[in-house]
């Protein structure tokens, strides 16, 4: 892993696997939102039943961005690679739009479901958090004027909100949300039917692929703009 | 096709769930070209001797 924690390599590297990595995101997600749009009326919720489909794939990836987001601030604070800061800086972003969208899309769910947009329940509030904590990481960037600096404060500050995402993925047993518990990924296997369990884990696995292609791009693009910044300071002829 | 707008009555919440899936992905998406075009032109300008 560490082979490729070198601006240099990374370049090469990802501009081999990008055309891979956008044709397995477009066929991964159009099959889902295709089959997700198709998937028949549950006998429960009806047609709101779609909105889960957007709904999971993008509360989940905006989970896993943080993983990669706290992961990849530890490699920094640790071993001071010179790519780990880069690829946190530009994961935030994306992470916040995935958490934004399964807030938005959950709320929609949650009107003609619970019979209301919002509940203070622990899963919507961590999850909320999830978002101030994003959002919080990118200004901390935007505030601090030294590069190194900022990456060091932003690295600590991503650090101390994982301790968030356990208590979002078990916040639905630890306390009695109103948000249901877990379906997929529980002992015994999921608890949907294959109706619903294929068009959703296409989508999830669509939004994830999503995730690493624009990942990839900008974090290409950070290191494009360190280069051309570095050039203009003479420090690199 | 009534049908499928009408969403089995859930309409003022599936579309709109759709529309908003669509507009911030699609938006992450072209911001992310955008910037990436953008800085490549910069450096390939700076680069030239």
């Known amino acids: ?237 | 096709m009534s049908d499928v707008l009408a969403m089995g009555g859930y309409a003022a919440f599936v579309w709109p769930a759709y529309a908003v899936s669509v507009l911030l992905l699609g938006g992450a998406i072209v911001l992310t070209v955008v910037r990436y075009r953008r800085a490549r032109a910069r450096l390939t300008l700076l680069e030239k001797p």
């Open chain 1, 1 to 237: 892993m560490f082979a490729f924690a070198n601006p240099k390599r990374f370049m090469d590297a990802s501009s081999a696997l990008l055309p891979w990595l956008v044709a397995a995101t477009a066929l991964t997600l159009g099959a889902g939102v295709v089959l997700g749009f198709l998937a028949p009326p549950d006998y429960q919720q009806g047609d709101t039943v779609k909105i889960m489909f957007l709904h999971v794939p993008a509360a989940w990836t905006a989970m896993m961005a943080y993983g990669l987001l706290a992961a990849t601030s530890l490699v920094s604070l640790v071993w001071r690679h010179p790519l780990s800061d880069v690829a946190a800086k530009a994961a935030a972003p994306l992470g916040a739009v995935f958490t934004l969208l399964g807030l938005i899309t959950g709320s929609l769910w949650g009107r003609p479901m619970w019979g209301a947009y919002w509940v203070w329940d622990a899963r919507l509030t961590s999850f909320l958090l999830l978002l101030f904590l994003y959002l919080g990481y990118i200004a901390l960037w935007n505030a601090i004027e030294d590069e190194a600096r900022a990456a060091r404060a932003a690295a600590i500050l991503a650090l101390l909100g994982a301790v968030n995402l356990p208590v979002i993925e078990f916040s639905v047993d630890w306390w009695n949300t109103l948000h249901q518990g877990e379906s997929i990924f529980r002992a015994g296997g999921p608890r949907i039917s294959g109706v619903f369990l294929w068009p959703l884990a296409l989508s999830g696995v669509g939004y994830t692929l999503l995730f690493f292609t624009l990942w990839t791009v900008r974090i290409r693009t950070e290191i494009l703009e360190r280069r051309a910044r570095s050039l203009l300071l003479g420090v690199v002829s």
